[in-house]
């Protein structure tokens, strides 16, 4: 059984490569987030930090320079934080409703309003973005937590209803039915026997719209002010800002502040984000 | 929620020959009222403002919006501009490259995690993480490992290779190069899953039929596996063709379209002209020849998705 051993052997060393390959970056992110610059100019990419140096994780956290603004990450984090509460919970909570009308109280036209919607996942954002400003301008959001906030929640309501439509059509409509026949209503009904069956798609829905509200860029560019940026936009500033010396350790512990979250989220229950990415790509 | 005042259901209640009661026709009406405010906001957002843009497209808008109406004047412009043709260029190879490389790398690797391997699990889980991230910081972690100065070159030349040179990144014709290896590293892991899902849902029997009949394992995977997963290719196929179309975030934190525009995709393109250099009406035109890509790819999709379940 010599070729079998063998076929195992290249089977786990191709594995082997292409893990090597996938954990490239995230190594070298830690690994450069905990050398001071001396280290980062005359070592190489792969070596390990002299010694265990949290002062690049301690500046871009309270100091580090975007434009002329030295408080580090910190306010960029709070800010994302601040957006992404409310913003997940809206749009969960206006998805399950959706998709618990688009499937138990099914009116006619109700299949055409939803492939109508269904175009919104998919639509390139940068086409609602002129038009976009002008309307938080007018509401008076432009430039503020809110009005990206709005933008999320908006842009947010295609995918949320198109999970839980897709989840809820394999509820049966027995126990609806029952449940109305025993007098219960419209409410109630969600309330007491839709949600509590709901755990498994509103775990996948709220991760879903947690990473892509994190790791959103484009909106946050765009609409936030100048005290309303989203940590991916610190990053970017921060790591784009060409004033003084570059300090990639500096750089490199700021890409793992903004990676921290949607990392644990994924460690924790990547299960569920998994789901999330296939049932974003396969529909039905 | 009070329950309704008698023991009889809404729909019952309805039919009685004294006609419906307020209360019924209430909860008659109240699923499409609980719809009605997030579909109505949606379609405004979705179609509203896309007929918006579409009519800043055509108006005189440079600076501030203008709606003076000029016919397809920026579209003249648009596509007379030297940077946007590069970016239309620059999303061709990016899109082919990418969708290429992330189908062919994913494959492979559903394909070797398929053969009943231990630490599957913590193989999947390191493959995947990418796609947990946000691309402005896998930008941010490959400029600096790309990094002529400081990262691979540096590396390879402190390994002995003093001639090693690897200056994708500044290199005008080569730096869109350096945006497909990013890519492909973020999204390799997704096409991966989807693959794999798809094998593992293909009928055990099939497999041990053909095992019977003394075909190989690569022949096995060649004639029938992988033709038999052709709706999870069309699936990742659309997936990958939109996330390249609309690839900003890794543009923006890789080279930020630079050196000069070399690496500008449509989607950078759009944000520069509407938000840096005041060409709105250029900039909502590039946003809806954008739109109208997207849509030639996704309309027929989502309309063969939606009859086929019927």
Redesign the interface.
Do not use: C
């Given at each position: 059984m010599n070729s079998k051993l063998l076929h195992r052997a290249i089977?786990?060393g191709?594995?082997g490569l292409?893990?090597l390959?996938?954990?490239?970056?995230?190594y070298?992110?830690l690994v450069?987030s905990l050398k001071d610059m001396d280290q980062?100019?005359l070592g190489?990419?792969?070596s390990l930090p002299a010694s265990l140096n949290f002062a690049s994780w301690d500046k871009a956290w309270h100091h580090a320079c975007t434009g002329t603004d030295c408080r580090g990450l910190q306010p960029y984090f709070w800010n994302s934080l601040a957006m992404i509460i409310p913003a997940v919970a809206v749009s969960t909570t206006?998805g399950a409703?959706?998709g618990y009308?688009?499937t138990k109280?099914r009116?006619k036209g109700?299949?055409l309003?939803f492939?109508?919607?269904?175009?919104?996942v998919?639509?390139?954002?940068?086409?609602?973005?002129?038009?976009?400003s002008?309307?938080l301008g007018w509401i008076g959001l432009s430039d503020s937590i809110w009005g990206l906030v709005t933008v999320h929640v908006?842009?947010g309501?295609?995918s949320t209803?198109l999970f839980f439509r897709n989840y809820y059509v394999g509820l049966p409509d027995e126990l609806i039915k029952a449940a109305?026949?025993d007098?219960?209503?419209?409410?109630?009904i969600f309330?007491r026997i839709v949600l509590p069956l709901s755990t498994p798609i509103l775990v996948v829905t709220l991760i879903w719209q947690f990473?892509n509200i994190?790791?959103?860029?484009?909106f946050g560019?765009?609409f936030s002010g100048a005290d309303s940026k989203p940590i991916?936009v610190g990053?970017?500033n921060l790591?784009?800002t060409s004033s003084s010396v570059k300090e990639?350790n500096v750089?490199?512990a700021?890409?793992m502040i903004?990676?921290l979250p949607?990392?644990l989220?994924?460690?924790v229950a990547?299960k569920y984000?998994?789901r999330g990415?296939?049932a974003?790509?396969?529909?039905? | 929620?009070p329950?309704?005042p008698?023991?009889?259901?809404?729909?019952a209640a309805s039919t009685t020959a004294a006609g419906p009661s307020a209360r019924a026709r209430f909860?008659h009406w109240?699923?499409?009222l609980?719809?009605a405010?997030?579909?109505v906001?949606?379609?405004l957002?979705?179609?509203?403002?896309?007929a918006?843009?579409g009519y800043?497209s055509v108006s005189a808008s440079r600076l501030l919006?203008n709606y003076e109406f000029v016919g397809l004047e920026q579209y003249v412009t648009l596509f007379e501009s030297e940077r946007w043709m590069v970016a239309l260029k620059n999303l061709l190879i990016f899109s082919g490259l990418f969708i290429g490389l992330a189908m062919a790398?994913g494959l492979?690797?559903a394909i070797?995690?398929d053969?009943k391997?231990r630490a599957e699990g913590l193989?999947r889980?390191?493959?995947?993480?990418?796609?947990?991230?946000?691309?402005?910081?896998?930008g941010?972690?490959?400029?600096?490992?790309l990094?002529p100065g400081?990262?691979?070159e540096?590396?390879m030349q402190?390994?002995g290779f003093t001639n090693f040179k690897f200056e994708w990144l500044v290199d005008p014709d080569m730096a869109i190069y350096t945006v497909v290896i990013a890519g492909v590293?973020q999204s390799a892991?997704?096409v991966m899953?989807?693959f794999l899902?798809g094998l593992r849902g293909i009928d055990e029997s099939i497999i041990k039929a053909a095992q019977i009949d003394g075909a190989s394992l690569p022949r096995i995977y060649w004639r029938i596996l992988i033709p038999s997963m052709r709706?999870?290719f069309f699936?990742?196929l659309?997936?990958l063709a939109?996330i390249a179309?609309?690839s900003?975030?890794l543009v923006?934190?890789l080279t930020?379209g630079g050196p000069g525009f070399a690496t500008d995709l449509?989607?950078t393109f759009?944000?520069t002209m509407?938000?840096t250099r005041g060409q709105?009406g250029l900039?909502?035109a590039?946003?809806?020849v954008?739109?109208a890509t997207?849509?030639a790819i996704?309309?027929p999709y989502?309309y063969s998705?939606?009859r086929?379940?019927r």
């Open positions: 089977l786990f191709l594995l292409f893990a390959f996938f954990l490239l970056p995230l070298v992110m450069t980062v100019r190489n990419l792969l206006l409703l959706n009308v688009l109280w009116f109700s299949e309003l492939s109508l919607m269904l175009f919104g998919f639509m390139p954002l940068q086409v609602v973005l002129l038009p976009m002008q309307v908006l842009m309501l295609a209803t109305m026949l007098g219960a209503g419209f409410f109630r309330w990473t994190w790791n959103d860029f484009l560019v765009v991916t990053l970017n790591a784009n990639y750089d490199m700021a890409a903004a990676a949607t990392l989220v994924y460690v990547g984000f998994v990415l296939t974003g790509a396969v529909k039905g | 929620m329950a309704p008698s023991g009889n259901p809404p729909m909860e109240l699923p499409r609980v719809l405010p997030s579909f906001l949606s379609f957002f979705i179609y509203g403002l896309i918006w843009n800043l919006p790398v492979l690797l070797l995690l053969q391997i193989l889980t390191i493959y995947l993480y990418p796609m947990a991230l946000s691309f402005i910081v896998t941010t972690a490959w400029k600096w490992i990094n400081l990262g691979i540096h590396l402190g390994w590293w892991g997704f899953a989807l899902a709706p999870v699936s990742t659309m997936v939109h179309i609309k900003f975030d923006m934190a930020a449509p989607a759009m944000y509407a938000f709105i900039g909502a590039s946003a809806t954008m739109l997207v849509a996704v309309v989502l998705e939606l086929s379940k």
